[in-house]
């Protein structure tokens, strides 16, 4: 189904080394905000450094895929030593091909990994790859955000009780 996940997690903080060998994966295309950081926050939220230092521990290749702007992405994706595709025009699929390519990873070895129904798990789904719906460290306030949950809600019901807690 075009909406829904291959797997729903609390946290990106909850991919480890376990989940990693089971579903062979290998690389990871990320969303950004609410994904790694606070939307708009210019720092990482809490633990998100040493996630990332695991993941590269680990071997697993990574690459942002954002539908924000450079001005946005590009300073903090370079504070995470992380490399970047801006305006990555989620759900199409031409940001997460890019990545793959870049980090020559297959569908098969892929997730991707974000806080979005129809951005994140669309995108990826539409592309063929696996996908992890994350909750955001923080719910935004905004209407506009409150408004995609609201209409999110109707494809995907998030029912807590079957959310994948490590």
Do not use: C
């Amino acid at each position: 189904m075009l909406f829904k996940p291959t797997f729903w997690l609390k946290s990106v903080l909850d991919i480890d080394e376990e989940f990693l060998q089971k579903n062979g994966v290998r690389a990871l295309v990320l969303d950004l905000d609410n994904t790694l950081s606070m939307h708009g926050n210019p720092a990482a939220e809490a633990g998100v450094t040493e996630w990332l230092d695991e993941m590269r521990r680990l071997g697993i290749k990574m690459r942002v895929v954002s539908n924000n702007t450079n001005r946005r992405v590009a300073p903090l994706a370079a504070k995470l030593g992380l490399p970047f595709t801006a305006n990555g025009a989620k759900p199409l699929t031409f940001g997460i091909t890019k990545a793959m390519k870049a980090m020559g990873s297959t569908k098969a070895d892929t997730l991707v990994v974000g806080d979005q129904i129809f951005t994140d798990v669309m995108g990826g789904n539409l592309k063929g790859v696996r996908t992890v719906l994350v909750e955001p460290f923080h719910l935004e306030k905004t209407w506009t955000f409150r408004l995609k949950r609201k209409v999110e809600s109707l494809v995907f019901k998030r029912d807590y009780s079957k959310l994948e807690i490590k």
